[in-house]
């Protein structure tokens, strides 16, 4: 099974920052790898797919890239709003549909 | 796109329990479906997988043989089926549309989730 890790595991930031969130592979996924968010008590919303491509919706300041084992997630002038835990999943190998373990954003 | 979990609830260890998914504001038939997992403080894991004609379904090992996933197109309503239920398994389940193409595959549509807690 492919098993995917994330860094950091958590983060503080300001309002208007710039976050960036890693997420590795076992081994190459090609761009089957997409992006979650999820607020405390909420369902997880659907962010990119395909690596890079933002779901209808999703503000412009999101963004994703990577191919292969390495992908990141990149949050440009972070809004109060984007305070969450974001995963990671993949969908290379099938099943299991393997998600990360999560970073967790907070205020700083 | 309205997706409403529901039948959580608390059952003893050894017990069984099925979840429903209630979909609306799509065509159901044509969507594969997932069920995905939070257990408490914890991230997310995906549980079992069916396809939008049933044909084909796929679980987590760590739940294979234990639960089913089921679907009534007809009344555009995604089922799971938990038996042999231990205190791993709880958890908020969320139903999900698995939509994509080929191996791009993602969870675009989420319910609000249904608390299952096992415990004696």
């Known amino acids: 099974d492919i098993q995917l890790t994330q860094s950091p595991s958590s983060l503080s930031a300001s309002v208007g920052d710039r976050v960036t969130i890693t997420c590795r592979a076992s081994?190459?996924?090609?761009?089957?790898l997409n992006w979650y968010q999820q607020k405390p008590g909420q369902a997880p919303k659907f962010l990119i797919y395909a690596a890079s491509s933002l779901q209808s919706g999703v503000p412009s300041r999101f963004s994703g890239s990577g191919s292969g084992t390495e992908f990141t997630l990149t949050i440009n002038s972070v809004q109060p709003e984007d305070f969450a835990t974001y995963y990671c999943q993949q969908s290379s190998s099938v099943p299991p549909f393997t998600f990360g373990p999560g970073t967790k954003v907070d205020v700083k | 796109v309205q997706l409403v979990d529901s039948g959580g609830g608390l059952v003893k260890p050894g017990g069984s329990l099925r979840l429903s998914c209630a979909a609306s504001g799509l065509t159901f038939s044509h969507h594969n479906m997932a069920w995905i997992r939070q257990g408490p403080g914890k991230g997310l894991e995906w549980v079992a997988y069916?396809?939008?004609?049933?044909?084909?379904?796929y679980y987590a090992e760590s739940v294979q043989g234990r639960f089913t996933v089921s679907r009534d197109n007809a009344r555009n309503s995604l089922y799971l089926q938990m038996n042999t239920l231990t205190v791993d398994d709880t958890a908020v389940y969320y139903c999900?549309?698995?939509?994509?193409?080929?191996?791009?595959?993602?969870?675009?549509?989420w319910g609000q989730g249904t608390p299952v807690t096992v415990s004696s």
């Open positions: 999900a549309t698995a939509t994509g193409y080929g191996l791009f595959r993602y969870f675009d549509y």
């Open positions: 081994q190459s996924i090609g761009t089957y």
């Open positions: 069916i396809s939008f004609g049933s044909s084909t379904t």
